[in-house]
Nanobody
Framework: QMVLVESGGGLVQAGGSLRLSCAAS????????MGWFRQAPGKEREFVGSIYSPNGTNTIYSDSVKGRFTISRDNAKNTVYLQMNSLRPEDTAVYYC????????????????WGQGTQVTVSS
């Protein structure tokens, strides 16, 4: 069982930046790939990015955020981060942290544990 808690969301102007954090419980954090997903009002939840680093970092991103968002993790702190730059109004969503055993994946269905989400609002 893993508990995930997101933080760092808020209101930001278009073009600005935010860094989200996700703190995970447990003693086997390194064995999990960590993912970020988001869900905008009235839309389906979508993949943002994922990171896996038991022996080196492997990351993947959706095309919509590639070049603007960066995922990183600090295994000593059981924490994964999502650095969001050049934010756009269409980035407005609830952002969720998720975890799965094994390597990076894009599918929502492959993630076992989920946080409660943190709201990111980007004004125009």
């Amino acid at each position: 069982q893993m508990v995930l808690v997101e933080s760092g969301g808020g209101l930001v102007q278009a073009g600005g930046s935010l860094r989200l954090s996700c703190a995970a419980s447990g003693r086997t954090f390194e064995t999990y790939a960590m993912g970020w997903f988001r869900q905008a009002p009235g839309k389906e939840r979508e993949f943002v990015g994922s990171i896996y680093s038991p022996n080196g970092t492997n990351t993947i991103y959706s095309d919509s955020v590639k070049g603007r968002f960066t995922i990183s993790r600090d295994n000593a702190k059981n924490t994964v981060y999502l650095q969001m730059n050049s934010l756009r109004p269409e980035d407005t969503a609830v952002y969720y942290c998720a975890a799965r055993r094994g390597t990076v994946r894009r599918s929502i269905a492959l993630y076992e544990y989920w946080g409660q989400g943190t709201q990111v609002t980007v004004s125009s």
